[in-house]
C-alpha cells in the first residue's frame, strides 16, 4: 500500500483540495513551484505504463479534474501538467502534477 493509498483511505491525514469518486487533489509536501498539487486516482495503478483500455475513462477524468482545480485555485492562465514514470516517480502509484508560479 502507498503512502497515497493511505491518504485516500484516511489512515494518513492531508488536506484534499478537492475530491470525488475517483480521484483526489492534494498539496504536494515539497512543492517545486508556488501551486504544486497532486492529482492522485483512487484507484491504486503503479504507473502510467500499467494502464489499460478499462482506464481509459479514469485519465481522461484526471485531465479534466485538472482544468477544473487550477481555476478553482486561480491559476487556469498558467500552468503545467506532468507525470512521472518508472524511475522518474516517487510513489509507484499514478499521479499527475499541477505546477504554476501562480497563485
Known amino acids: 500500500m502507498t503512502i497515497f493509498s493511505k491518504i485516500i483511505a484516511w489512515e494518513i491525514s492531508a488536506p484534499r483540495i478537492y475530491e470525488d469518486e475517483l480521484v483526489i487533489v ?4 515539497a512543492p ?4 504544486h498539487l497532486l492529482i492522485i486516482p483512487k484507484k491504486e495503478i503503479p504507473t502510467l505504463n500499467d494502464i489499460d483500455e478499462n482506464d481509459k475513462e479514469l485519465m ?3 485531465f479534466y479534474v485538472a482544468k477544473k482545480v487550477a481555476k478553482d485555485v486561480w491559476v487556469e492562465k ?7 514514470v518508472g524511475d522518474l516517480q516517487d510513489v509507484m502509484h499514478i499521479h499527475m502534477h499541477l505546477l504554476s508560479d501562480l497563485w
Open 32 to 35: 517545486e513551484k508556488k501551486t
Open 60 to 62: 481522461s477524468h484526471m
Open 26 to 29: 492534494i498539496k504536494d509536501i
Open 78 to 84: 498558467a500552468y503545467r501538467l506532468r507525470l512521472n
